[in-house]
């Protein structure tokens, strides 16, 4: 707010590995969710205030990655333990559903009905409405597993541009063409 100055959270008590944070999303205007080393936080900005989300089936887990969807449902990636997926409803999270994968999340780029996620396994591929999901991997033709970021092309909507281990590479999600 052009002040140029780094504004500390004010906390009840936060334990060390809530200290951790990993991972920060917009969830309204005054208020984000944070993933640490131990759960999850709610940071109310109007406040200045930051505290555990106690009521969440994941305050002990270690969170890698938060997403929210255009229709605001929240994607949690446990550190690789899975996608939980939530709704949140005034200061609590309702479980909607659980990806069970083994791997982390790294960036997402969304379209009306999927979500396409970097992972450290290839790129994960999500029905936004089913919550089914296919995985892109090294078999299927990446260059490296490990997929840092998606940029989608922008001359054809089902092809990304890729960050990896192994460098950059333009992928077709629909015919598996690679370059």
């Not at 707010?1 to 920060?24: C, G």
């Not at 989300?53 to 929210?68: P, R, W």
């Not at 033709?141 to 940029?151: A, E, R, T």
Request: proline content about 2%; overall charge negative.
């Amino acid at each position: 707010e052009n002040t140029e100055k780094f504004k500390k959270a004010i906390s009840d008590s936060l334990n060390e590995n809530q200290s951790y944070l990993q991972t920060m999303i917009s969830i309204s205007d005054s208020l984000s969710l944070v993933g640490s080393r131990s759960g999850l936080m709610l940071y109310n900005e109007n406040r200045n205030h930051i505290e555990p989300l106690v009521d969440s089936v994941l305050k002990a887990s270690t969170i890698h990655y938060l997403y929210k969807d255009k229709s605001g449902l929240i994607y949690v990636n446990k550190l690789f333990d899975g996608i939980e997926v939530f709704k949140f409803d005034q200061d609590h999270l309702i479980h909607l559903h659980t990806i069970e994968v083994k791997l982390n999340l790294k960036s997402c780029y969304e379209t009306n009905d999927t979500l396409y996620f970097a992972t450290t396994k290839g790129i994960i591929v999500v029905n936004k409405r089913t919550f089914d999901y296919y995985t892109i991997s090294e078999p299927d033709g990446l260059p490296n597993q490990n997929i840092y970021c998606l940029l989608p092309d922008k001359n054809n909507d089902a092809t990304f541009w890729c960050s990896s281990n192994r460098g950059i590479f333009r992928y077709n999600v629909h015919t598996g063409k690679l370059f």
